[in-house]
């Protein structure tokens, strides 16, 4: 069987033949722009060998692009079952490449899908992204082998994501995300770029798991917990929203706020507070 995804019909005439339209409630904005596709995909570290998991592969515009890639095998989830004429016809030509589960990534477990490894690439629906991102790094610290996430996510959800402590959208995703994995946004991606066209500009994000940091990592559920409630009140000192502590036993003095202190305290006080 050989390989045709390359000779397929563009996608935009793919979903006229098919009758699918861009639906709001499962965050459809598509891309068509091969020369991006292609750049998301051949940004995978080692993608010519290794798995690849995609979640809402939709018309397959990224899909197609990380089989080009040479990817040696696709997982795609998607939601949408009205995207299966589409997704049967790139599965067909993909020489046994890809398959695709037609359910919520929400409720899909990573671990079951028969991958030793595999790297995460995806143009996310906006509505689960975070919740998406925040189940992988519990995933990662758990174990599991993520080799790299490379990710669409609104811009501003990117910068939250990669913030340094002080930075205006530092918060509980930065902290998770730094304390086990290097992360960098590689490129903005303008809101012309997708059909329908999104208000808000968006990014791609690069997550590559550290094993080192992970290896320091007791229990990231009790980070989660500590970043919610000292960023919950953001604008409070600690000492005020977690009284009696001996700040000075972590180098501070109670009178900082969440934005101030680095993703390491906050796993050392998760360690000793909770
Ligand atoms: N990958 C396609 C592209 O780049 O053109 C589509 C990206 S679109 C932003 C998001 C896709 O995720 C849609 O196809 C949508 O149906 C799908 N989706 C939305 N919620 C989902 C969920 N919970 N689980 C799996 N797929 C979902």
């Not at 965050?27 to 690849?52: C, E, H, K, Y």
């Not at 020489?95 to 929400?106: F, Q």
């Not at 477990?109 to 629906?125: H, I, Q, R, T, W």
């Not at 086990?180 to 590689?186: G, R, V």
Request: glycine letters at 6%.
């Amino acid at each position: 069987m050989t390989d045709t995804v390359s000779t397929l019909p563009p996608v935009s005439e793919m979903m006229r033949d098919c009758g699918l339209e861009p639906k709001k409630q499962f965050g459809q904005n598509f891309l068509f722009d091969l020369n991006l596709t292609g750049r998301i995909a051949r940004s995978v570290p080692d993608i010519s060998t290794t798995p690849v998991v995609e979640v809402g592969p939709g018309p397959a515009g990224l899909t197609r692009a990380i089989l080009m890639a040479n990817a040696p095998r696709v997982i795609a989830i998607e939601k949408d079952k009205t995207t299966q004429p589409i997704l049967s016809r790139v599965i067909d030509a993909s020489n046994g490449r890809l398959d695709v589960i037609y359910d919520d990534a929400l409720r899909v477990d990573f671990s079951k899908l028969g991958l030793a490894e595999y790297a995460v690439c995806a143009n996310l629906p906006y509505n689960v992204g975070t919740q998406l991102l925040i189940g992988w790094l519990q995933k990662i610290a758990s174990g599991e082998k993520i080799k790299s996430l490379t990710l669409m996510f609104q811009k501003e959800v990117a910068q939250r994501i990669t913030a340094t402590p002080g930075a205006e959208h530092y918060g509980r995703l930065a902290v998770l995300t730094s304390l086990i994995a290097d992360a960098k946004i590689l490129f903005d991606v303008p809101n012309t770029a997708f059909v329908p066209r999104p208000k808000v500009q968006s990014a791609v994000v690069q997550i590559i798991p550290n094993a080192s940091k992970i290896s320091e990592i007791k229990n990231l559920d009790k980070i989660e917990q500590i970043t919610a409630k000292l960023f919950g009140q953001r604008r409070k000192m600690i000492r005020a929203i977690i009284p009696g502590v001996a700040w000075e036993k972590y180098g501070l003095t109670g009178t900082e706020r969440a934005e101030n202190l680095s993703p390491k305290t906050f796993a050392l006080l998760a360690d000793d507070l909770l």
